[in-house]
């Protein structure tokens, strides 16, 4: 385990910002006002409360059982569901791990904080403006941890920020299988001295290549009941036993992964966290898996964004338990969380969320944004720029290399039938609404990203292994 210590001291804050407009690194009025280091309540039980955040990458929902799936492979999940607010239609902002994670604790989207593939890395804390969520608890009193799986998420991307401790596979190594990432969150957690506490742990079983660990492989080695979940995606009569092999292995690993969120959720139970606690599982994309022609991830139909999204409020929260139907994003987690469990955090950073508390009015009625993964050097994540404009019934793909569609998710939620030939009023609209969102977005106030595209030593390696670069 790799102990970074804090780097985020809170009484450097107004230093740091004062030295980035110093710089020149920042482009528009900053607040300079920040949150005084505050102790957090003790529960009425005497407990802290913990902010647990689990994303298990590559998960696409409507292969839960909670989200309907035909086979058990997440009963683990389901079970934390029961006592959580279930996010139906959940949608991440991008269909790669950076962006997408960069989005779930900034609460903005890619084009705004510049981070729109696993290659650039967010900067330094004082060469930015925006924050994220770890920081902001750290300057409340919290004790930080950060435990990855993968190479895209690793130190090099910065989300080890304000991280007490960080756990990662060793350099060279891009991915490592959950059982150790929990381990080494478990003994974190048995450290615990009774400080209010914010855990991140990230899973990357679920992404390819798609082998089911040992004891996993043949849980699923088998086409029962999978005729009409892919007949409705589309696939053709014949499926080809490679894809249902692909597809039976995906589910191996999914099994495999709800496993050790089950260890992490009893763990928490025994330290006496869990009623207290709350927790948050989603995941930072989908996956292909043969429909749209593609078997992984970084476009933009609904199997690659919609995303799990459970969050177990503390105690007696009135809605765990309950489903959340209309549309939401991974932005709007942190903006969530700051309302319903009344975080003090920095006005600054309140200012900065582009998503919204779920559970206010503003959340009704939005359109909601996504985006093709691209970098600024195009060739190494393929040609173009392809952007989403949503609802609950309409998503409008806006391309710049090939002809925009147009889906009614209502009656097509597999985005089967591209239907902008007949509703061409409908895709002007989404059209003229995305082009003032794209000249918003590209405003640089906000950006994380170091600026810089230069990828290190070995990274490139790392990223080629895992599939990202051929
Ligand atoms: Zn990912």
Not at 55 to 71: K, N, P, Q
Not at 116 to 133: D, F, K
Not at 288 to 294: N, P, S, T, V, Y
Not at 452 to 459: L, V
């Amino acid at each position: 385990m790799t102990a970074t210590g804090n780097r985020d001291e809170p009484g450097n804050a107004r230093a740091r910002i004062v030295m980035a407009l110093l710089a020149g690194l920042v482009g528009c009025d900053v607040d300079l006002e920040q949150p005084t280091p505050v102790e957090v309540p003790p529960s009425a039980s005497g407990a802290h409360r913990p902010i647990v955040v689990v994303t298990i990458d590559t998960l696409r929902a409507d292969h839960l059982g909670a989200y309907g799936y035909v086979r058990e492979t997440s009963p683990n999940l389901d079970a934390l569901a029961r006592e959580a607010v279930l996010f139906d239609q959940a949608y991440s902002t991008a269909g790669t791990t950076l962006p997408a994670h960069v989005s779930l604790f900034t609460s903005l989207y890619p084009l705004q904080t510049g981070i729109t593939s696993n290659g650039p890395a967010v900067a330094a804390s004082g060469a930015r403006v925006a924050r994220l969520l770890q920081e902001e608890l750290k300057m409340l009193g919290y004790d930080t941890g950060g435990f990855v799986s993968a190479a895209p998420v690793k130190a090099r991307s910065g989300l080890d920020a304000a991280m007490d401790v960080w756990a990662e596979p060793a350099r060279g190594v891009p991915q490592r299988p959950g059982s150790e990432t929990t381990d080494l969150a478990l003994a974190w957690l048995a450290d615990r001295d009774g400080a209010p506490f914010y855990l991140w742990v990230h899973y990357f079983d679920p992404h390819s290549p798609h082998e089911a660990p040992e004891g996993y492989g043949e849980l699923f080695a088998s086409s029962d009941g999978l005729a009409e979940f892919q007949r409705d995606r589309g696939f053709p009569a014949d499926r080809s036993p490679e894809l249902t092999a692909l597809n039976d292995a995906y589910d191996g690993e999914i099994r495999y992964a709800d496993a050790e969120l089950a260890r992490l959720i009893d763990a928490l139970r025994k330290g006496g966290w869990y009623e207290e606690a709350t927790i948050i599982v989603a995941s930072d994309h989908g996956e292909g898996l043969g429909q749209h022609g593609r078997l992984e991830h970084g476009r933009v139909y609904q199997e690659i964004l919609r995303v799990p999204l459970i969050i177990k409020f503390p105690g007696r929260f009135e809605l765990n338990g309950t489903r959340y139907a209309d549309p939401v994003s991974l932005i709007d987690v942190v903006p969530t969380l700051v309302e319903t469990l009344g975080l003090d955090v920095g006005s600054r950073f309140v200012t900065q969320f582009e998503g919204t508390n779920v559970f206010g009015s503003s959340a009704r009625g939005r359109q909601l944004y996504a985006q093709r993964t691209f970098r600024s050097r195009p060739k190494a994540w393929g040609p173009g720029k392809k952007f989403v404009l949503f609802d609950g019934r309409w998503k409008l793909h806006d391309s710049t290399h090939v002809d925009n569609e147009l889906y009614d998710l209502l009656v097509d939620p597999h985005e089967l039938t591209n239907v902008i030939e007949e509703h061409p009023e409908v895709g002007d609209r989404m059209h003229t609404k995305l082009a003032e969102l794209l000249g918003r977005f590209n405003e640089p106030g906000l950006r994380l990203n170091s600026g810089s595209d230069d990828i290190p030593d070995g990274f490139l390696d790392e990223l080629r292994a895992l599939g990202y670069i051929r």
